[in-house]
């Protein structure tokens, strides 16, 4: 019996050993006084791999960079996990909102004195819009943004060519976009538009891009310190043409499945999608069956366009913070510059950086893509894609609870000023 | 259907036949003290028990107490929580939008599910119960699904209502009856996620089955012999004496529709319990507050509270469950 009780004890201490073993660091100095920076992406695997071979070009006797294997599905939970063990890698990839809502908790280390002045990886050296919008209330930057999204209207040239409609190209407006859903609709189509930006619970901010460009109020003043919603008379206009082309078919309603978007676009099933640049790198390796263009948001009078950007960050303990930063300065100058010309996904917010992804699109032949993004990226007015506070699920069951509803024409539009009053009670409540 | 507590009667305790030198404890009683063996066995018992009661501790009993504290606080992950009483039970009843849709969606759920899964298996269990040829392999393709990997089912099925070119829709075109927008509707949604939960009956089929062939032949025989058709054979002696597993499974359907979380997060079209909050069970609605999308704040806190609501609604289902089960449940216990 003693030999069970024994062999009991040795079994549990191995466990023990071994979930300790589990829960490891991630970083730090190496006893030959080299210092390891650590990575972690939301990428896929071939997005990985070719970051992995862009950054063996990266040489510095002391810093080994190793990226931390993360599966690009349930991103969100592995950084949760990681932010509450405090064991976040000393880079990670966060959105804008992370990013403003790690660095006001003091979760994240402020770069703002590293990227003043004007060096070669000062905040000049990347797209302007970007940096103000990274930068907290209190003017710390918790994160260098890395590559920024542009919102357009993918299409179906042939689909529009079958209709009689002429292809969308900047300047057109909204109300020859829901036309032309009309159209496409009676011509067979199920939808004539698919646009989850406007039905899903950013439609409230993608909307606004409609206002705006009439001269009217976005929906919000402002996305990372909001003082106030607000539903003026253009913004109600807006929307009463959407509820109007959804109700006619002509616009896919709330609630249909994205999911599956790109493949049914490029298959011919959807024939104008309001989506992101991102399609393109796609686009590229799948090669659709179909001639399809990229042409920037419509507008009212003037343009208007969203505002996304993604970015690096770093947790306030990391160890080595000057490793860190060399390898984060050659992740958005060099690395991007790697891998972009084999997958355009994005255009890099380093200025530096972005001949490599609009060479590659060039030569693909993607240059509706390349003018729609370069257009998006030199529209003056913007509005951010949405609220990037921490109370923002709070607001997004609010529009969840009335947006829906008002799309699908079970509530009415007077229902806008009722979200806008209850979701500044809670900006009120979280001030 | 009353109880029938009269076919045999038991008496009280049977005598136990103790081993000789080792139970009886005697006039001083604790007998262990004087066998070093069988302290032996004793603390090799609680040995093999400590994993056990260590994992259980761990796992349930901390989490359980820590999750009533954080109930009464805000707690985001990033900072310390923070005390506030009962304010996340008042937002929750008051003020929160999704939380009455989200009582609402579970208890569509269950209305839907449990009587159909009840209903589907004890159809197909009665209808395997026969002696047939192949009835082997019609038990295995009923209990299939069952042994499937979930999540690929469910993803499966997900392509299956794709309103655009789904195999649903498909089918229905084929016999021009009219297509559904099925995940993609405020009122189909539910209903689609309920025929996905079925698609797994096998589970509650296979404990009929069993519960089936628990019941005499002679009880058939007898009854037959009276002259009893098929079907007051079914309600007056199967239902009766298959009634005790027929509690058993309201009890573990009841306890898998409130938990539903699989279906909705997988086949909801933003993941997130929708379209709007129609498929929004207690559950998701737990799982977005805790772990919402990336570039939101996790609410522990809240969720915490909700996970209290949801786990005493499950406490009071079942205990009405058991304590109203005695009026319909056949029993051959005397009290």
């Given amino acids: ?431 | 259907m009353t109880a029938a507590p009269h076919q045999e009667t038991r008496t009280a305790v049977p005598p136990v036949d103790r081993p000789p030198g080792r139970g009886s404890p005697g006039r001083l009683g604790l007998p262990w003290r004087r066998s070093p063996k069988r302290s032996s066995d004793t603390l090799a018992a609680y040995v093999f028990l400590a994993p056990a009661l260590i994992g259980f501790t761990a796992f349930v009993v901390y989490p359980l107490f820590r999750s009533a504290y954080f109930a009464l606080t805000t707690y985001n992950g990033l900072t310390d929580p923070k005390f506030v009483g009962l304010d996340n039970f008042h937002r929750m009843f008051t003020t929160d939008p999704s939380f009455w849709p989200s009582v609402r969606a579970t208890l569509l759920l269950v209305v839907l599910y449990v009587p159909l899964s009840l209903a589907i298996g004890l159809a197909l269990a009665v209808f395997c119960n026969q002696r047939m040829r192949g009835v082997g392999l019609l038990r295995t393709l009923c209990y299939l699904p069952v042994v499937l990997p979930v999540v690929a089912t469910i993803t499966l099925w997900k392509f299956v209502f794709n309103p655009q070119v789904g195999l649903a829709n498909q089918v229905l075109k084929w016999f021009h009856l009219p297509t559904s927008e099925w995940l993609s509707g405020d009122d189909s949604a539910m209903p689609s996620i309920v025929i996905v939960m079925l698609w797994s009956v096998g589970s509650t089929m296979i404990i009929f089955l069993a519960a089936l062939q628990a019941v005499p032949t002679e009880l058939y025989e007898a009854a037959r012999l009276d002259g009893a058709g098929p079907r007051t054979v079914f309600f007056r002696i199967t239902l009766p004496l298959i009634s005790p597993i027929m509690i058993l499974q309201v009890v573990l359907q009841m306890v898998t529709a409130l938990q539903a979380f699989n279906q909705p997060k997988i086949l909801s079209p933003d993941n997130q319990g929708g379209p709007g909050f129609s498929t929004r069970t207690l559950m998701l609605s737990i799982y977005d507050n805790g772990f919402p999308k990336l570039g939101q704040v996790s609410q522990f806190g809240y969720a915490s509270a909700q996970v209290w609501v949801l786990f005493l609604v499950i406490v009071v289902v079942i205990a009405a469950t058991a304590r109203f089960s005695s009026i319909w449940t056949y029993s051959d216990h005397v009290s």
């Avoid at chain 1, 496409?184 to 930006?197: Q, R």
Wanted: hydrophobic share 40%.
């Fill in chain 1, 1 to 431: 019996m003693k030999r069970w009780i024994r062999c009991a004890g040795v079994l549990l201490s191995a466990g023990g050993l071994l979930a300790t073993a589990a829960c490891g660091g991630s970083s730090g100095k190496q006893s030959d006084g080299k210092v390891t920076v650590t990575l972690m992406t939301w990428e896929s695997a071939a997005t990985n791999k070719a970051i992995d071979q862009a950054l063996t070009g990266f040489h510095d006797p002391n810093i080994t960079v190793k990226r931390v294997d993360t599966p690009n599905g349930n991103y969100s939970d592995k950084l949760a996990a990681l932010t509450q063990a405090k064991k976040l890698p000393d880079l990670f990839w966060c959105g804008n909102d992370t990013e403003q809502q790690y660095t006001s908790q003091g979760l994240l280390t402020d770069w703002a004195s590293r990227l003043s002045g004007s060096s070669d990886f000062g905040a000049s050296s990347f797209v302007s819009s970007t940096m103000k919008n990274w930068k907290t209330a209190d003017g710390k930057i918790g994160g260098v943004p890395s590559l920024l999204n542009t919102y357009g209207i993918w299409y179906d040239i042939d689909a529009f060519k079958a209709a009689g409609i002429t292809v969308p190209a900047a300047g057109w407006t909204w109300d020859q976009m829901f036309d032309a859903a009309a159209k496409l609709h009676a011509k067979g189509a199920k939808y004539g538009l698919v646009a989850d930006a406007l039905t899903s619970t950013d439609g409230p901010f993608s909307l606004s891009t409609y206002a705006l460009s009439a001269g009217g109020k976005p929906f919000a003043d402002n996305v990372h310190q909001p003082t106030r919603t607000t539903i003026d008379a253009t913004y109600t206009e807006g929307v009463s043409k959407v509820v109007a082309g959804i109700k006619s078919g002509a616009i896919a309603p709330p609630g249909y499945d994205i999911s599956n978007q790109q493949g049914l676009f490029a298959a011919g099933q959807i024939p104008m999608l309001w989506s992101g640049q991102w399609f393109a790198a796609g686009f590229l390796t799948d090669k659709p069956k179909i001639k399809y263009g990229f042409a920037p948001l419509p507008q009212v009078t003037k343009p208007a366009t969203l505002y996304d950007a993604v970015g690096i960050c770093t947790p306030s303990y990391t160890q080595n913070a000057d490793a860190t930063f060399k390898v984060l300065k050659y992740l958005d100058s060099t690395v991007w510059t790697k891998v972009l010309p084999d997958s355009p996904v994005a255009a890099p917010a380093y200025l530096s950086a972005q001949n490599a992804y609009f060479g590659a699109l060039d030569k693909a032949g993607q240059t509706t893509v390349a003018a729609t993004v370069k257009a998006g990226l030199n529209t003056p007015t913007t509005i951010g894609v949405r609220f990037t506070t921490q109370w923002a699920s709070q607001s997004n069951d609010l529009i969840t609870a009335y947006w829906p509803d008002i799309l699908n024409g079970k509530k009415p539009l007077s229902d806008l000023q009722t979200m806008t009053d209850k979701i500044n009670d809670v900006i009120k409540n979280n001030s």
